[in-house]
Nanobody, 113 residues
Framework: VQLQASGGGLVQAGGSLRLSCVASGSIFSFNVMGWYRQAPGKQRELVAIITSSGITNYADSVRDRFAIFRDNAKNTVSLQMNSLKPEDTAVYYC????????WGQGTQVTVSR
């Protein structure tokens, strides 16, 4: 399975962005899909994940600002990011796993002050 992410960019603090990721090929129904991010000099961290039945999990730092969506029929996952902060600046990676784990190529999100 290959993942293709899109939607990153430059936005001012307080703004919004929507990331999208499409998978080529079928995703195992028990696989989660989600987003991780990696800021310069930091480890990659979980942002949000979602199961095929719609159960979600968010990092505490984004819980009330970001929303993750999944379309099982289209093998897509999206991340709506609102009230963005400079500390959200990172490369965001689309993910699916734990079976046939796959990562997208990453999309840069930059939030200016």
């Amino acid at each position: 399975v290959q993942l293709q992410a899109s939607g990153g960019g430059l936005v001012q603090a307080g703004g919004s962005l929507r990331l999208s990721c499409v998978a080529s090929g079928s995703i195992f129904s028990f696989n989660v899909m989600g987003w991780y991010r990696q800021a310069p000099g930091k480890q990659r961290e979980l942002v949000a994940i979602i199961t095929s039945s719609g159960i979600t999990n968010y990092a505490d730092s984004v819980r009330d600002r970001f929303a993750i969506f999944r379309d099982n029929a289209k093998n897509t996952v999206s991340l709506q990011m609102n009230s963005l902060k400079p500390e959200d600046t990172a490369v965001y990676y689309c993910y699916t796993g734990p079976v046939q784990t796959s990562w997208g190529q990453g999309t840069q999100v930059t939030v200016s002050r």
